[in-house]
């Protein structure tokens, strides 16, 4: 199971209506591809976030699954076009079943 | 130098070619972490250093230009999720007593320790680096029998903690004084050549610097920026680890982390880098 796993969000806290923002997210994840071989020549069990889901006020704004060769600490940026306040729901999902959940208002004029 | 180890050495040689058309760093940019902290990436060579270069430069100079970005905004710095880790460390009760760093040390009072290490340590008449004097508070203040190890991912992570809070501060080591020796020692092993290659480290790091070596863009070598966040092992690499990589790159038996040669190599090196920012956990490949 992965350990100390944090997850960060940047995503802007005002905006003004029809505007296109950025929003940048981060996990600390080893993201072990399954690939490689300890000491012993056995096999590391593959440990990774395969999937990645953002939406604002319940509308998906992106879905995205990740692959083994992701590389450690996955960065993801995207853009999202706002139109109302609210807020955007951040979950990764982890191979081991955990679910890492953030979240990150917006209020637009 | 027998006729093989003379062939790697021309090989070597060649593959520093000009690095200006080929080069993707920016060597004129400047550094502002985060809109905020001020870095000095280049500046006037401290006064030892006369004869040998006239300015110093922090390897961020060096850098891609998205490598160099990643350093200049705390969140897309990765080295700083290890930062946050050091500190849920400073502030966590180790020992035999129960205490933590933060029961004696306020944080706040720490950040000039990056700036002014390897220090001379009077009671154990010794140069010591950030890693021992963490160790000696360890088993001398704190009763654990086994003190973290110096290249341990605990003792990295705090340490970059240590080192985050004084980014901008001038790195400003001693040279004088008691530590004079040390430092002696050090330089003498700075212009020493190693190994098969016949390399010393100011070989490539004086003689050298802003050109290419293979796939690799050569820096003055500055220990400003440790620990060092690197994309190639995605994680956070102490001082002493990067220099025995850079004896083994000569094909020389290496000293141990933590040896004495390695303690004054590393007061040496600093005192190259007076003068220049504390950047740690700065971002290199």
Not at chain 2, 215 to 238: C, E, M, V, W
Request: glycine share 8%; charged share 25%.
């Amino acid at each position: 199971m992965a350990e100390n796993v944090t997850a960060r969000v940047r995503a802007p806290r005002e905006a003004s209506a029809g505007e296109v923002v950025s929003v940048r997210t981060l996990i600390s994840h080893p993201m072990e591809s399954g690939m490689r071989r300890n000491g012993d020549g056995e096999v590391i069990p593959r440990s990774i976030i395969n999937r990645f889901v953002c939406t604002l006020n319940d509308e998906v704004v992106v879905d995205i699954t990740l692959e083994p060769s992701i590389s450690t600490n996955p960065y993801l940026q995207f853009e999202a076009k706002v139109t109302e306040s609210g807020t955007f729901n951040f979950t990764w999902y982890d191979d081991d079943g955990s679910v890492y959940e953030e979240s990150s208002d917006i209020s637009v004029s | 130098m027998n006729t093989k180890s003379k062939i790697a050495t021309i090989a070597v040689a060649l593959g520093m070619a000009a690095s200006s058309s080929i080069s993707h760093a920016d060597e004129d940019a400047d550094l502002v972490v985060n809109g905020e902290i001020e870095m000095v990436v280049r500046t006037a060579a401290p006064a030892h250093l006369e004869g040998a270069v006239s300015t110093i430069y922090s390897g961020w100079v060096f850098r891609s230009d998205e490598t160099q970005a990643m350093q200049a905004d705390d969140f897309d710095n990765p080295g700083m999720l290890f930062v946050e880790k050091g500190e849920q460390l400073f502030n966590t009760a180790m020992g035999a007593d129960g205490q933590s760093c933060a029961s004696c040390h306020q944080s706040s009072d720490l950040t000039n320790v990056r700036a002014t290490y390897p220090q001379w340590d009077a009671e154990h008449s010794e140069v010591q680096t950030v890693e021992m004097q963490v160790r000696e508070c360890q088993t001398e203040q704190m009763g654990m029998e086994e003190p973290w190890g110096i290249n341990s991912g605990d003792m990295l992570d705090i340490t970059a903690f240590i080192a985050s809070i004084g980014r901008g501060q001038i790195v400003d080591v001693a040279i004088d004084g008691p530590a004079h020796e040390t430092w002696e020692l050090g330089r003498e092993i700075y212009y020493t050549r190693f190994g098969q290659l016949e390399l010393s480290c100011a070989n490539c790091h004086e003689e050298n610097y802003g050109n290419r070596i293979r796939a690799d863009h050569l820096s003055q070598g500055q220990i400003n920026g440790f620990p060092t966040y690197r994309l190639k092992n995605a994680r956070l690499n102490g001082v002493q680890n990067r220099f025995r990589g850079c004896v083994r790159d000569t094909r020389a038996e290496t000293y141990g982390i933590g040896s004495d040669e390695f303690v004054a190599l590393e007061l040496y090196v600093a005192s190259r880098g007076n003068g220049l920012t504390v950047e740690g956990p700065s971002v290199r490949n």
